[in-house]
């Protein structure tokens, strides 16, 4: 796929994806969107990524919907949907790395991720409220799970911006930097969770916490807990096992393009 509103920075297995509207402050489009789903759902199969980092370029994050006043995107239904379901089913670790403004779609977006890392000229708003729509990009489903339902409660009736300071005291985001040490801090975080890492074990925890906190009963988690322990025991796991037996580095051969045969049945099923 050409992109035309972001860019992909590969490094060390790392992929910084960029936000690439500086003009517009890095608003969504629907192209945004499409390129995003894009991003997340090929980035599956490229084993050359073991994290992600979502920035932006220029002074924004990404400022919300562009040309929200337009009444044919007011009737786009949710958009921001596609991108947030993308990076839920992504079995690589993403992080974002928010240097600016995070306003609408710009903050419910990075609701999905595994952290938020601010810089101290950020600023995060759910201002739905004060436009009279609602929260968009499933944020109803994930922002109770990282604030709670009180918090989430006060952020989406209130509407307000915050600074990078009430945002991580809220618990929207894990720290704030300094703009110059923000992209540091996104990608030792990555290396932290993902450098001499299963891909596949990683791929089956993030998974596994997403899906299972949410589902209706415990005995749910025990089932793909019991699959993911026998897969992943009788591959990584088997050298893992010696290699801390032995005090050496493990040599992990799995890759994230090719999971567990129950993993596709277990992702994919339908929604009740």
Sequence with gaps: MEYTTIRHEIEDGILTVVLDRSDHLNAFTVEMADELEHTFV?????????????????????????????????????????????????????????????????????????????????????????????????????LPRLVGMPAALDLVYRADILDADAAHAVG??????????LLGAARALADAWTRDRSPVSVALMRQMMLRNSAAPHPVEAHRVDSLAMFYTSIADGADGVRAFLDKRPPSFRGKASEMPPFYREWVDAPVP
């Design 42 to 142: 090929s980035v599956n199969d490229n084993d050359e990524v073991r994290a992600v980092i979502v920035t932006g370029e220029g002074r924004a994050f990404c400022a919300g919907m562009d040309d929200l006043g337009d009444p044919g995107l007011r009737r786009i239904r949710d958009t921001g949907g596609r991108v947030t379901l993308a990076i839920h089913g992504c079995r690589k670790p993403v992080i974002a790395a928010i240097n600016g403004a995070a306003v609408g779609i710009g903050a419910t977006m990075t609701l999905a991720m595994d952290a938020r890392l601010l810089s101290n000229r950020a600023r995060f708003g759910l201002v739905f409220g004060k436009l009279g729509i609602v929260p968009d990009a499933c944020s109803t489903w994930f």
């Design 172 to 181: 929207l985001a894990q720290a704030v930097y300094e703009p110059d040490a």
